[in-house]
């Protein structure tokens, strides 16, 4: 999850979101709030909706997407 960030010249996977597959391109309502994603073999997106779910599913906050919560 925190990899490093260096750009690589990795398959471009249309703009998909590696969690759920749907697009995450302009004008599919989930550009606004993706997260670019990327690791050895390919660099794509994160949706919003997916990246909450991920802090929610391992202890942390999906609302305010922290591992120490700082909403409630
Ligand atoms: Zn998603
Ligand atoms: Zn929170």
Redesign the pocket.
């Known amino acids: 999850m925190l990899e490093d960030m260096t750009i690589s010249p990795a398959v471009d996977l249309a703009e998909l979101c590696d969690e759920c597959g749907e697009s995450t391109a302009f004008g599919s309502g989930k550009f606004v709030n993706r997260y670019p994603v990327s690791n050895d073999e390919y660099e794509c997106y994160r949706c919003d909706e997916c990246d909450s779910k991920l802090y929610s599913d391992n202890g ?7 591992w120490e ?4």
């Open positions: 942390g906050c999906g609302v305010c997407k922290s919560c700082e909403c409630e």
